[in-house]
């Protein structure tokens, strides 16, 4: 058994913590034996329904606990940088987004459960995004710059901080999957879609 842990980068923590300091949080154990989850794609009735709130005493199961565990080890099989529990055909309200160092390392992993998110301010950002649920594609998305955002750690313990940047795009991007929606529903023109390999080829210099 080994833990997992999160280092919050470019994170503005509302707690004790200095805003902008790095610090680690202890989420909770990772199983030695864990499971691949199928990933549903666009299409699936579960991508378009609304996941409903998880509850305080079932985030202390060993069902639960497991479930999680799942969903970081999918997450990190697949290659991706965030999963909402309906991609892997469950209806409750919890994501996992892999938190990167400064070299372009994982450095953990942040537990989103009840996520609420709400804009720090109005600007928005144009780029680039992709979805395990709609693979290989790509689409140019707006998204806050900074947000705010409140939910529930692994453990039960109420979580608060703010994000900007790309850790920001990516939260906003998971919430919306519980919510039913998909980045395709957030694209201002649609002529803005791209097969990965043309991504690749013409746009992974456009700016923002």
Known sequence: MHNWYIVIWRLKIHDSHPVGSIFYIDLHEKRDSVAILKVCR???????QIAKH???QEIETEDFQIFVDDMIETMEEYEGVGLAAPQVHVGQRVVVIRIDSEHGNTAGVLILINPEIHPVEDQKELDW???LSIPD????????KHIAVSA???DGNPLSFEAEGFVARVIQHEVDHLDGLLFLDRMNDLKHLAFKDEYFRFHTHTES
């Open 42 to 48: 666009m299409g699936h009735p579960v991508l378009r």
């Open 54 to 56: 998880v509850e305080t």
């Open 129 to 131: 995004e992709g979805c």
């Open 137 to 144: 594609i790509r689409g140019y998305v707006p998204r806050y």
């Open 152 to 154: 529930t750690d692994a």
